[in-house]
């Protein structure tokens, strides 16, 4: 796991850098709830919920008329209920989404498309910029749909709403002298995620509402 992580972060940073000249800049926040199918509890009670928050930047860019690509980067909270306990999972999480336009107006777009979306998380909420000590790993890719209204030239407000499947592997360090468990808890997720944002243009030129984008 720990080579997986040594890999994840050099991404977060080069495909952070390489967007900083974006058209689209602001805030995010992200709410999720869904469940965890954990492959190695092998009791009868192995599906667990989890809620998740993010707050982050978003980076929204667009690519043709049709298609922006929206890169969110942010601090992430996970919330996994387990037979032994609550486990609050701190992290560092990054979303990619592909964003095809279904409707597009002057001051209002509708887009849809697929989701991906990894985190790199640490036990607790201590130093949690050092990745020498993670304690878990989730990833995930399902379809998203969502708005952008422009509120004047220069400042959008949006929401989407994604339903998102994958994997999360972590410790449980709430106990991990379980019975019918090893320290381990790995399993499939599902869930659906909402989002809010926040973003300043800085090309009207370049707006992901202008006709005239590439």
């Known amino acids: 796991m720990k080579k997986l992580h040594k890999i994840l972060l050099p991404i977060f940073l080069a495909t952070a850098a390489n967007h900083v000249m974006?058209?689209?800049?602001?805030?995010?926040?992200?709410?999720?709830?869904?469940?965890?199918?954990?492959?190695?509890?092998?009791?009868?009670?192995?599906?667990?919920?989890?809620?998740t928050a993010r707050l982050g930047l978003l980076i929204d860019?667009?690519?043709?008329?049709?298609?922006?690509?929206?890169?969110?980067?942010?601090?992430e909270r996970n919330a996994v209920s387990t037979p032994n306990g609550a486990d609050n999972l701190y992290g560092l999480g990054m979303t990619h989404t592909f964003a095809f336009n279904l409707f597009k107006r002057p001051n209002l777009r509708i887009w849809m498309g697929p989701q991906i979306r990894a985190v790199v998380y640490k036990g607790d909420g201590s130093r949690i910029l050092d990745i020498s000590d993670n304690k878990g790993v989730s990833y995930g890719i399902g379809p998203e749909v969502g708005f952008?209204?422009?509120?004047?030239?220069?400042?959008?407000?949006?929401?989407?709403l994604a339903l998102v499947s994958g994997d999360l592997n972590?410790?449980?360090?709430?106990?991990?002298?379980?019975?019918?468990?090893?320290?381990?808890?790995d399993g499939s997720t599902y869930g659906g995620h909402l989002s809010f944002s926040v973003t300043y243009n800085f090309d009207d030129k370049q707006s992901i509402f202008s006709k005239n984008s590439n």
Do not use: C, H, W
């Not at 410790?171 to 090893?182: E, G, H, I, Q």
């Open 22 to 51: 974006a058209y689209e800049i602001g805030g995010t926040g992200m709410f999720a709830q869904g469940g965890v199918e954990d492959d190695n509890n092998y009791s009868s009670n192995n599906e667990y919920d989890y809620t």
């Open 148 to 160: 952008s209204y422009r509120v004047n030239e220069r400042l959008n407000i949006g929401t989407s």
């Open 170 to 185: 972590f410790d449980d360090f709430t106990n991990s002298t379980s019975a019918n468990s090893n320290s381990d808890v």
């Open 61 to 75: 860019n667009p690519i043709k008329s049709f298609l922006n690509y929206r890169l969110s980067l942010g601090f």
